[in-house]
């Protein structure tokens, strides 16, 4: 039901049971929020929104006020004006004044809102946070004194992620946000997926830097240089420098890292293609054996550190395959390695990738063999955006370079993979062109590729029926369990934490629109459309990998190289 309402001496439509926030936006009219997260249920815990309605005595929180028929609102009288700034200046008094070294310097919301109020002293001084660095995360650094209390990471955390590793702690003026007994963050039940950093307004959440580490190595001559990138993060890169991305970005990216100091830029999607391969093959060992529990795809590394801290009883279904990173890691320490006459432990393999937890993935146990890292250091799609500015390299005036071999080209599976749902419909894929040697229609998966958290289809491939589903985040994860206590049957299950996939990953540029994540998407799914090479049997890279390469190098020819083992974790809740 629409009606009118008056905002600012004009009428606009609105309608029955939305905020008064909602009926502004929707009209064209913006107000600052902090506290507020789109599709978050409102709290107007930052009374940042606030405005004036004819006939309240106090300023109203429009984020969380039903918009009522009657209602004559002023947005920016003085009096809301001057409330948003003390609210603001208040946040300010016990701020660091360290903006110019900031992690979130020129992107921080606080630094905006103090821009846009005009705020240009410090007028109230407050007792100072005391200054507490968490580093112990090896994807998230914590600062306590750039906390504003906003309660967006508890609740994403909570509601979205459901690891529940932050909450606020203690009361009054010694109120911060932590994990569990105020412990660091190693003690706690984080898994590193990020989505916290991404929705946290200043820089008291932001990724573990591991720039200084891959330029002191870009400097030494004696060390081997090599760098993997995955499919999306050519147009996370793009999109970072304020750059149109296109196809053809992947290979002046090439370029660009070459120019950088590295001597050996491969994709990632070689190794996507591997895990592809044999996933698919578990998958059908298990169907052949009779096994009739679901396979869990074990891609996603918060999933897989979630799963071991809160579902242990699950980790005997997880694919033993490794990640994408992984598989690419191993081959640069072995395949690469011999080829080029270095021992493993003459490179420094770097992996740019759009998703934090891989940092914590590269340091697992079962991720190196005799005490050396199949991945050196993992830097996120912003970090390597950084490094490129940081170098001084003209994007504009790059050249078109291909990628080095053996690991220069992926299929669009590969690039697939990046969306949720997009290994599951890679994996039948790949099946389906094995078992009857043509490929599968697309419009066969347009129920894995909807929207929502779980997803279900079954496919018919020959004389093998297989029944499959998607878990979009991890809240997706009861109706699984719903599903499955039914007596469905499903085959494979696959868990993406972030919603939609890597295209959220926390590593990407920073962005609060979903538009912006539905773009990411669509590229991916153009270029599937679009790509010249549709499966692993046809890439180049993986046909040379698979018959020749492989056989060839003793340590990986029998592909247990390519598999690891996970195992209950014990933390703190």
Known sequence: MLFTITVNNKKIKAEKGET????????GIKIPTLCRMKDFTPTGACRMCVVEVEGRERLVTACSQPVEEWMVIKTHTPRVIMARKTLVELLLSNH????????????????????????????????????????????IVRELSK?????????????????????????GRLTHVGPAMDKDFNFSSCIH????????????????????????YLNKPDILKVIQYSPLVASGVAEELGIKYSRDFDRILNSILRRIGFDLVFTTGSGTDIMIHETAALLMDRKSEGNDTPLYVSACPAWVKYAEQFHPSLLPSLSTVKSPQQ??????????????????????????????????????????????????????ARELARLIRLYGIDTSNASEEPADEPLSTRSSLA??????????EGIIRHIHHEKTGKEADRQLFRKIRLGGSFRESSFTIGDTELTVAVVDGLTGLEK?????????SIDLVEVMTCPGGCVHGAGMP????????????????????????????????????????????SEISDRKIFHTHFEKRNVLL
């Open 510 to 553: 920073f962005s609060s629109a979903k538009e912006d994540v539905r773009n990411r998407a669509k590229l991916v799914l153009q270029s599937d459309e679009t790509g010249a090479i549709s499966l692993p049997c046809k890439s180049p890279s993986f046909i040379n990998l698979c018959e020749r390469l492989l056989k060839e190098n």
């Open 20 to 27: 008064i926030l909602s009926a502004l936006n929707r009209n």
């Open 415 to 424: 690039a697939l993979s990046e969306v949720s749902g997009g290994i599951t």
């Open 480 to 488: 699984l369990k719903a599903a499955i206590a039914a007596g469905r």
């Open 147 to 171: 906390c504003i209390l906003c309660g967006r990471c508890v609740r994403v955390c909570e509601e979205v992620v459901t690891a529940t590793s932050l909450d606020f702690i203690k009361k």
């Open 327 to 380: 598989i690419t890691g191993v081959l640069i320490k072995t395949v690469v390695s011999s080829q080029a006459k270095v021992k493993p432990e003459g490179i420094f393999s770097v992996s740019a990738t759009p998703c934090m937890a891989m940092k914590f993935e590269a340091r697992r146990d079962g991720m190196m063999r005799k005490g050396i890292s199949d991945v050196d250091s993992v830097l996120t």
């Open 96 to 139: 660091p004044d360290d903006c110019l070294y900031c992690e979130r310097n020129l992107n921080c919301e606080l630094q905006r809102l103090s821009e846009e109020l005009g705020i240009r002293e410090r007028r109230i001084r407050g007792k100072r946070i005391k200054l507490r660095l968490d580093q112990s995360s090896p994807a």
């Open 193 to 216: 997926c990020g989505q916290c950093v991404l929705v946290c307004p200043t820089g008291a959440l932001h990724e573990k830097h591991s720039i200084s580490e891959v330029q002191e």
